[in-house]
């Protein structure tokens, strides 16, 4: 019974480490982490502390289950964040195909929390290369902090809003 206290200790405070360790990839130093790297992170204590429970303590089956449960973990934190992107863009091109100025059109992310709001600021223009181009001011609320920004889009070839220099 030691060594599955003991296979558990040691997922658990690996996984503490590289959590305290870990930032959130913006390279300013600030706290918290994206949830690619929280996924991972919880995936590889989960999957060491299993690999440790089912390996009869084994160093190997420890490194192997923290291997594969940060994969794991990985992919799904990822895609949490693929969700958001998907429910932003949707609300983007019906945001500037078909709202009026100063009308915003919200989106929210029930499973993360997460939230936005696109706002048109001006009519349709036509650009040098003659694309329908719109401004726009955007929100974005993710784990409790907001960003925000003006962007400027234009339809692609496909009818599709895309990001666009002035």
């Known amino acids: 019974m030691n060594r599955y206290l003991c296979a558990a200790a040691c997922a658990s405070v690996a996984t503490l480490i590289a959590t305290g ?27 060491a502390a299993l690999g440790g429970l089912f390996g009869h303590g084994s160093a190997g089956a420890i490194v192997a289950g923290g291997l594969a449960g940060g994969l794991l973990g990985g992919v799904i934190g990822h895609q949490m964040d693929e969700r958001d992107r998907e429910a932003r863009d949707r609300a983007l091109q019906e945001a ?27 009519g349709y223009t036509t650009s040098a290369n003659a694309q329908t181009c719109r401004d726009f001011t955007e929100s974005y ?26």
Do not use: F
């Not at 360790?21 to 690619?36: E, L, P, R, V």
């Not at 609320?141 to 003006?150: L, P, S």
């Open 96 to 122: 500037l195909q078909s709202s009026k100025n100063s009308q915003p059109k919200r989106w929210h992310n029930a499973k993360t929390g997460n939230s936005g709001t696109i706002k048109p600021l001006n």
């Open 141 to 166: 609320v993710k784990e409790g902090q907001t960003y925000e920004q003006t962007a400027h889009a234009c339809r692609n070839s496909k009818g599709e809003w895309q990001l666009a220099d002035k």
């Open 21 to 47: 360790c870990a930032d959130n990839g913006s390279g300013s130093g600030s706290s918290g982490m994206n949830k690619t790297t929280s996924g991972a992170l919880l995936g590889a204590g989960a999957g």
